[in-house]
């Protein structure tokens, strides 16, 4: 079968893989589940705690191997794992779950941003990543409104099938997806596992740390982890348990979700629009204004959305909170991309900088979250919101230096050669 152009694969996967709801998942664990505010923060840092673990050495197997391989198997068991969730009703069984979702999760993190970026280059990857951004939201709204009809009459069966649809893209991928901007060092040249592994981590690691603004974004991602993962587990218990949803009929909570779901997605979906109008072809500096203006609505956003008394408020707030969050992946990929100019170990760069968000979910989860068991949801997402400060300080420093790396005074060590 003949391969698919790379940008028509992945817009492709943006739009499959946006269709399964984790809303639905959430009102799963809160509804029907009826896990604590611990519980579900544990949930999370199990999952972080597995890609902590696994991050690295899968983003070294991509960057070693194949990136189009690392993308079959996480698809896979992602989808596996999503189907397991609903397969016990029990907090060990949604454990284990989440830790196996974390496992494939790690395989593609890394090595999707690697794959494209390689294959339609680091020059022109930035409006790739704003177009599949949007294309996402489209692929959200679709699947959300499929999920919400479907959980209407069984909410289990909805999760299943966003499982199995996650696992069919990996299927898909083996037959449609191409991969020519990677290419394997030739046999004569390579050493054996363990030592293309090791080559490949020393060499990644060598060259963060002789890039400073590398190191910045890596910090980034540990404190935006830590802030992010209280948001998400919460915003559904908040919700039901503190804010109250509104009382017209006897709608479903699955679908009143649906419904601030569904139009979190069309603003998001408009708004990146301009954002890809105005801004697909933008520098990094303007790049870094924008990350710290939309971290700032994030910030503002989670306290207010915690503060909340009335629903009103409290919509409004998270609408304005996960527009900014959306907003940012394609901008931070974009400048992290440009930031790592030796394609052979991408996929193992990034994968350092999803690691770093691992340990701020994993670390930072279990403290808010019992910060949420001792004085309430409230309070556990207020402090999520306040650790946003240093994310806005460390842009602030990226910003005095124009979003590039100083020139160093001395060469990193170098590379390791197998």
Request: with cysteine.
């Amino acid at each position: 079968m003949r391969r698919l152009p790379a940008t028509t694969v992945y817009y492709g996967l943006e739009f499959v893989l946006s269709m399964p709801s984790y809303i639905l998942i959430a009102v799963y664990l809160v509804r029907d589940l009826n896990l604590s505010p611990l519980e579900l923060i544990l949930v999370g840092t199990v999952m972080e705690a597995t890609v902590f673990v696994t991050e690295v050495p899968t983003g070294i197997l991509a960057d070693t191997y194949s990136r189009r391989l690392s993308l079959i198997v996480s698809f896979v068991i992602q989808g596996a794992a999503i189907v397991l969730i609903t397969s016990v009703p029990h907090i060990a069984v949604v454990l284990l779950a989440w830790g196996l979702w974390g496992f494939g999760y790690t395989f593609m993190s890394g090595a999707y941003e690697a794959w494209i970026t390689d294959e339609v280059g680091a020059e022109n990857v930035g409006p790739v990543f704003m177009r599949g951004n949007r294309i996402s939201y489209a692929g959200a709204f679709v699947g959300l409104m499929l999920g919400v009809t479907l959980a209407t009459q069984s909410l289990r069966g909805a999760v299943i099938a966003g499982g199995v649809l996650t696992a069919l893209a990996g299927v898909a991928c083996i037959f449609v997806m191409p991969e020519t901007g990677f290419r394997r060092r030739p046999v004569g040249e390579r050493g054996g596992p363990f030592h293309e592994f090791r080559t490949t981590a020393v060499n990644a690691t060598r060259f963060v740390r002789a890039q400073p603004m590398l190191l910045l974004l890596i910090a980034v991602a540990f404190f935006a982890g830590m802030s992010t993962e209280t948001f998400d587990r919460l915003q559904e218990a908040h919700f039901i348990r503190d804010i109250g949803l509104p009382k017209i009929g006897s709608l479903d909570p699955v679908v009143w979700f649906g419904l601030f779901g569904a139009g979190g997605l069309l603003i998001a979906f408009f708004a990146s629009g301009t954002l890809v109008k105005r801004f697909e072809h933008a520098g990094i500096a303007t790049i870094v204004k924008l990350l710290f203006g939309l971290t700032c609505v994030m910030m503002i956003g989670q306290i207010v959305f915690g503060l909340a008394g009335g629903i009103a408020v409290a919509i409004a707030a998270v609408f304005a909170t996960s527009l900014a969050r959306s907003l940012v992946y394609p901008l931070y990929m974009t400048w992290l991309n440009q930031q790592i100019t030796d394609s052979s170990i991408r996929a193992t760069v990034i994968s350092m900088n999803g690691q770093s968000d691992a340990i701020g979910q994993a670390g930072g989860g279990p403290l808010l979250g019992a910060i949420g068991n001792a004085w309430g949801i409230r309070v556990a997402l207020v402090a999520g919101g306040l650790v946003l400060a240093p994310v806005l300080a460390l842009y602030g420093r990226a910003l005095a230096r124009g979003g590039n790396a100083p020139e160093l005074h001395e060469l990193p060590e170098p590379a390791l050669q197998p």
